[in-house]
């Protein structure tokens, strides 16, 4: 039988560096630690809170695969998990709970959908009178996972369990409390918690989840309650202007010591480090907290083997087993073949003339880099290519630490220009391109579109060919296919 005491192992085993992890998560072990040997703040460790959830899931039976029928076993992290969300309580209000808001940011196969039912149900059996407990995600077919689950569960449970919920085919309620739910919602079905009061929101790939209003109105309806509970659980995605990416990044610089500590947030979060070689079979343990239980090492070999030969499977092998933010779920050109590339890098120009000129800028307003290029080409596979970058200054604030290296050297060599403030001049790049355009016989300034208005005027007074370029397959199929 597990207990609390194997989740308090957990996090000293990790913190001692005995159990192989990332950074993230040997910080949040060591913040939990931190927070059980405080005596001095409002909070206390209470184990018999943990171990009465630990009690109740263990009850509960494996409804799939070869474990059917077995009782759940909860593994080392998710017994900390659960001593980290159910254990600190008020000094002068036992019932009240520290924690109200958690990330577990984890791949695939971990046993997600397992221990979010078993949480949800736990809630809505001994969380507050008339508790709501409601799973989130993109699809109803993905909300609806930890939903039948949790079902299941109830379905598979001895009889003395089974008493305890009445079951239909959406809906779960607590046996005698008419007004508790456990319901699955999602934004295809426009079913998302206006006018709920929830007391618990389970949050499924909640990385997936765009529309982030969705989050906001089943959080604004918490309010009300004494004990609520968040919870984030999800894998990596392609995409991060998400509600979840924000709200992970505030819990990274927390858990790094670059933000205040807000204690009512915990974030589990797993991949490699940046500085891991995806490729080195020593690091895709630091991403999986179930390697040799549920995911395996010889899996994951054959899926990195694949993803070194075929770029279409790289992004999804970082996404999905190591759990790392790619911008696209296929790669286009693979990385080995970029830094394979024979160029030539030299300061000094070429005596001959180039045959033509084209130059090419794509601009950005406040985070993102804003690219000019200069293409000249002399021959028919022979071109040369100058770079120049531009950024305003606050925009450094955003650049994660371990590139902040690569941009102080492209500030030192001249390639990347700071200009003032945090918003583009874009009176910088202009004058920058008419400098270029009186060098050389431009033959045409190509440009996207996106916040080009006033830069393009400008050019086009100076009598500077300029012509849009599409962002679309019809526009760039093309080019892309002779690269």
Known sequence: MRDWQDGVKYAVQVAKGDIHVCRNVRLACQRFLNQIENKDWEWYFDDKYPQHVIDFVSELKHTKGPQAGQNVILEPFQLFVICAIYGFRNKKDHEKRLVTDVIIYIPRKAGKSTLTAALGLYEL???????????????????????????????????????????????????GDS????????????????????????????????DRNSIEVLHSGMVARKNPLRLYITTASFTKDTKFYE????????????????????????????QDDWRDPTTWAKANPMHGI?????????RAEESKHKPASLNEFLC???????????????????????????????????????IGFDLASTRDLNAVCTLKRYGEMDYEAHWKFFLPEDGLEF????????????????????????????????????????????????????????LVARLYEEGIPVKKVGQGMAVLSNPSKYV
């Not at 077919?141 to 299941?152: L, P, R």
């Not at 549920?294 to 994951?300: G, H």
């Open 179 to 210: 007004q508790s739910m456990f319901k699955a919602l999602s934004r295809d079905t426009k079913k998302t918690g206006d006018g709920k009061n929830p007391s618990c929101v389970i949050i499924d790939e909640a990385a997936q989840i765009i």
């Open 399 to 454: 650049i994660p630490k371990h590139y902040m290296d690569i941009f102080r050297n492209a500030i030192n060599s001249g390639v990347l220009k700071l200009t003032a403030g945090n918003v583009m001049d874009d009176k910088e790049i202009s004058d920058y391109i008419k400098q270029e355009a009186a060098k050389y016989d431009v033959k045409e300034v190509g440009y996207d579109a996106y916040n080009a208005g006033n």
């Open 247 to 274: 709200d992970m990044q505030m819990v990274e610089t927390m858990l790094n010591g670059e933000a205040t500590d807000n204690p009512r947030w915990f974030g589990l979060l797993y991949s490699i480090d940046p």
């Open 125 to 175: 059996q001994f969380g507050e009178q008339g508790a709501e407990v409601f799973t989130l995600a993109t699809s109803r077919e993905q909300a609806t996972i930890v939903f039948d689950s949790a079902k299941g569960f109830i379905e598979t449970a001895d009889i003395e369990l089974q008493q305890l919920f009445n079951v239909s085919k959406y809906e779960i309620k607590k046996a």
């Open 294 to 302: 549920s995911v395996f090492q010889d899996a994951i070999e054959q």
């Open 320 to 358: 999905k087993t190591l759990n790392i933010y790619v911008s696209a779920n296929t790669a286009w050109v693979d990385r080995n073949h970029w830094d394979g590339a024979d160029c030539l890098i030299s300061n000094n120009p070429r005596a001959a003339e180039p045959e033509a000129v084209f």
